[in-house]
């Protein structure tokens, strides 16, 4: 099969590699969709290699069952799913409370394990979600930045019962976005996010978003008093700084960025405020709250209304042109997607 691989710092490519077959437990999916996110582009552009070269990158899946390994049931070969990418232990003390994003030995499939940018990918039966008839795979691999903004939102005590008064998201990347979303779903009713492209700024509007604010300096959003911010811009941005001016006293700052270094924060800002930080990791399964699940509902809830998210279609065999597209700030990519 085809499988489009990291190389090292900079570097992708499309490989041949053998027609993976499933074990115990698992399944084999033919990919339909997947997604190319913030994450990938962090993992190839470190100067440091993350993971492995020659790894099979790709953690935003949607594919139809092939072939199941033995003792894997549930689901009938032919039937369209998204994957939970996750290998965790089950066997740790989180794990067996259902927090699978925090797990002693938690690995990726995209990442430390073989993922999507592929033709075909092996994975266990249990990360399986069923995509119900009408959502198309391209819009149902979204499930995966949905199921990290549900994630979020609830580890801040944030959903459809406890909404809060005023929330601010910062950065309108595919995170953001996907947060503005499930807000709008859970009827969450004071929504603003800050963009920095009119594409962005556009989108945000479309999904439902009250009010869209221009990046500009932070203290811009002194007074604003969000009781919870939603930080999604990570890397190496002053976000943190911007946080705690927009915070509310006794507010919470979710942190969904990936920083890839120290952080700048004003810390007499955050204690005058006696401000919660909350870090997010992924999704979980916590005894009947299984983000991911709750994401695959709004997705099919709201059907077409979401496809605007999905600005580029790139087909696997010029898997290196989804990458350019996804790293050229001016290309108006929210998210680009690779179809086998
Ligand atoms: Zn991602
Ligand atoms: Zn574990």
Not at 93 to 112: F, T
Not at 268 to 296: H, I, T
Request: charged share 20%; hydrophobic share 45%; net charge negative.
């Amino acid at each position: 099969m085809r499988a489009g691989v990291y190389r090292g710092p900079g570097e992708v490519a499309l490989a041949e590699r053998p027609l993976p077959e499933p074990g115990p437990g698992e399944v084999r999916l033919r990919i339909s969709a997947c997604g190319l996110c913030g994450t990938d582009l962090h993992l190839v552009h470190s100067p440091k290699p993350i993971i492995d070269p020659g790894s099979i990158m790709g953690h935003e899946m949607a594919g139809v069952v092939d072939e199941l390994g033995a003792g894997a049931s549930g689901f009938a070969a032919g039937e369209a799913v998204v994957v939970e990418p996750l290998a965790s232990c089950g066997d740790c003390e989180p794990c067996r409370e259902g927090r699978d994003s925090i797990c002693r030995d938690l690995q990726l499939y995209g990442l430390r394990r073989p993922g999507g940018f592929a033709d075909a990918v092996v994975v266990p039966v249990h990360r399986l979600y069923r995509v119900p008839d009408g959502l198309p795979l391209p819009v149902a691999a979204l499930a995966e930045p949905f199921a990290v903004a549900v994630h979020g939102l609830r580890l801040c005590g944030a959903d459809q019962a406890s909404p809060p008064d005023r929330l601010l998201i910062l950065g309108a990347g595919s995170i953001g976005l996907a947060v503005v979303a499930v807000a709008r779903a859970w009827g969450f009713g004071d929504v603003a996010i800050t963009a920095r492209y009119p594409h962005q700024a556009e989108l945000a509007k479309r999904l439902g978003a009250h009010r869209v604010i221009d990046e500009g300096p932070a203290d811009d959003l002194t007074g604003y008093d969000a009781e919870l911010v939603v930080e999604t811009v990570g890397g190496l941005a002053d976000t943190m700084t911007t946080a705690g001016i927009a915070l509310a006293p006794g507010g919470t700052v979710c942190v969904l960025g990936v920083f890839m270094g120290p952080l700048t924060l004003d810390p007499l800002m955050l204690l005058g405020k006696e401000a919660r930080l909350q870090w997010s990791n992924c999704y979980a399964r916590r005894p009947g709250e299984a983000d991911f699940a709750e994401a695959v509902r709004i997705l099919a809830a709201n059907g077409g209304a979401y496809s605007g998210l999905l600005t580029h279609e790139v087909p696997l065999a010029e898997f290196e042109r989804a990458f350019e597209i996804a790293g050229d700030k001016g290309s108006g990519a929210v998210k680009v997607t690779v179809i086998p």
